[in-house]
């Protein structure tokens, strides 16, 4: 009797622990999207993070549009866990550099 016990709790047990790794699986990203959106991200950092000053109107609002496009592009990067959210973000990044290359340009 004192074995059925046994064996039931060591069933329940090992169905706890498969429960989470079971219901938890969602499809992550994986890193090389991760890797190149924080890269392009902190490379659009590097032009607008603190803006220059400038008497151009016309450069002042590029670099504006641009400093928008790495703050929304943070954004999703704080919250992105899949390949697609990712690439979202890199793609956000490089309007911002885009727009960075206009005003530089």
């Not at 622990?17 to 190149?36: C, F, M, T, Y």
């Not at 400093?67 to 959210?85: H, I, Q, S």
């Amino acid at each position: 009797m004192t074995w059925v016990l046994i064996v039931g709790a060591v069933v329940v047990l090992a169905a706890g622990a498969l429960v989470p790794v079971l219901v938890g699986r969602q499809k992550h990203s994986s890193n090389d999207e991760a890797i190149a959106a924080r890269s392009r991200h902190n490379q659009l950092g590097v032009h607008v993070e603190v803006l220059p000053p400038t008497v151009d109107e016309r450069v002042a609002a590029l670099l504006r549009q641009a400093r928008e496009r790495w703050v929304t592009a943070g954004g999703v990067l704080a919250r992105a866990r899949t390949e697609e959210e990712f690439e979202l973000a890199e793609r956000i990044c490089l309007e911002g550099l885009e727009l960075v290359a206009r005003a530089r340009g």
